[in-house]
């Protein structure tokens, strides 16, 4: 339940943030023409609409397992994950076709310094922010969290490099580069765009498959096999088989191996697999391990 009540606590956080920084955003983009301004403020309302639907799902994916929802409903927050990355995909590719044709028009001309001020006064409250939750997301396992905690670091490079960004552009009219001041802005907004667009698909493309239920990264295999090697070596198990499963924040790993003999005490199988968990849960939180033991052929 503690955790629980963080995990709500950060999201609260991140959405009460988002909706002040919409905000901010849309109205200095209003003032300022600022295309670059307009393309923060869109992603941010984004992000908005997709948090206040998992703040009231968020107690489901706490709810226990049970025959009828044998995988809880982790899967639910998977789904919620692949349509947030879908559609921030689909904003970003909308956006970009109108910073373009904004680009293509002739360009538009905005006030440096203003926009290097507001940026760097955003980049300072996103870095307060991203402490918050960072302190606060201590021991949770939340893939929503991480979601949200990754999206305010990129919030923070985002508006201290456009700060910087537009800082120098300052420069321009003194330079031979001053033909691009009117396009400056719509060049910033589209180098934004490529700059967050590869973190999107990667996340997209972890979220399908999990969806899928595809075994996650190599990493998490090695892991796993090095953890429970010695617990399965110690018990004269010989691993044949790692079924991993990673459905939103649970992992879950079925161990298939054989033995020397031909039977197995249930009482050594009980203790075999309660140190696997003990001993996998204390390096990757929310994991469930299952032994099998598969009769050998005479």
């Not at 031979?176 to 180098?191: E, G, K």
Request: glycine residues 4%; hydrophobic residues 50%; negative net charge.
């Amino acid at each position: 339940m503690l955790k629980e009540k963080r995990e709500l606590c950060i999201l609260w956080i991140s959405f009460g943030a988002g909706l002040l920084f919409a905000i901010l955003e849309f109205c200095f983009a209003i003032y300022s023409h600022s295309k670059s301004a307009l393309t923060d403020a869109v992603y941010d309302a984004s992000e908005l609409v997709f948090i206040a639907l998992i703040l009231f799902l968020t107690p489901l994916f706490h709810k226990p397992i049970s025959e009828k929802y044998p995988y809880g409903f982790y899967q639910v927050e998977t789904i919620f994950l692949l349509i947030k990355n879908a559609m921030m995909l689909s904003v970003s590719f909308g956006i970009s076709a109108q910073v373009i044709e904004s680009l293509l028009a002739g360009g538009n001309m905005v006030n440096g310094r203003e926009v290097s001020l507001f940026q760097l006064l955003l980049g300072l409250m996103s870095l307060v922010v991203f402490l918050i939750m960072k302190k606060l997301n201590h021991s949770l396992s939340s893939p929503t969290v991480d979601a949200e905690i990754l999206g305010w670091r990129l919030d923070i490079a985002y508006s201290f490099g456009l700060s910087f960004a537009f800082f120098a552009s300052l420069f321009l009219e003194r330079t031979p580069l001053a033909f691009l001041a009117p396009y400056f802005d719509q060049i910033v907004a589209i180098l934004v765009m490529l700059f967050m667009l590869p973190e999107v698909i990667r996340m997209l493309w972890h979220t399908i498959k999990e969806l899928f239920l595809f075994a996650p990264d190599g990493e998490i295999l090695h892991q796993i096999k090095d953890i429970c090697g010695d617990i399965l070596e110690k018990h004269q198990f010989y691993p044949l088989f790692f079924d991993i499963v990673k459905t939103g924040r649970h992992t879950w790993v079925e161990i298939s191996f054989s033995i020397d003999g031909d039977s197995l005490p249930l009482q050594v199988l009980k203790s075999a697999t309660e140190e696997v968990n003990l001993a996998v849960s204390q390096q990757i939180p929310d994991c469930t391990c299952e032994l099998l033991v598969v009769p050998t052929k005479n």
